[in-house]
């Protein structure tokens, strides 16, 4: 059973920086993808960020140049640092990782509060 971990979140001043980081319980060194993922208050969740198995990056258009996503394939975690953030950025944050059977995890998130 593959089960993630997030940590890291909080309470910020709007202009601050976070790093959440997500734990997992299998080596990431060969999944699909990983990524974060959000549900701000009232909202649907959505895309963050996303990594491949080949360490290509996507990013959501609203966080592009202030987070960045990254791994360690010998720790199986996987860090989302945050800076510059907004009020908007509020949100629980969640760890996803697609393995190459195509099932899906999510672990069971982060709160991140941007106070203005």
């Known amino acids: 059973q593959v089960q993630l971990v997030e940590s890291g979140g909080g309470l910020v001043q709007a202009g601050g920086s976070l790093r959440l980081s997500c734990a997992a319980s299998?080596?990431?060194?060969?999944?699909?993808?990983m990524g974060w993922y959000r549900q701000p208050p009232g909202k649907p969740r959505e895309l963050v960020a996303t990594i491949t198995r080949g360490a290509s990056t996507n990013y959501a258009d609203s966080v592009k140049g202030r987070f960045i996503i990254s791994r360690d394939i010998t720790k199986n975690t996987m860090d989302l640092q945050m800076s510059s953030l907004k009020p908007e950025d509020t949100a629980v944050y969640y760890c996803?990782?697609?393995?190459?059977?195509?099932?899906?995890?999510w672990g069971k998130g982060t709160l991140v509060t941007v106070s203005s």
């Open positions: 299998v080596s990431i060194f060969s999944v699909t993808a």
């Open positions: 996803n990782l697609r393995p190459l059977d195509g099932m899906e995890y």
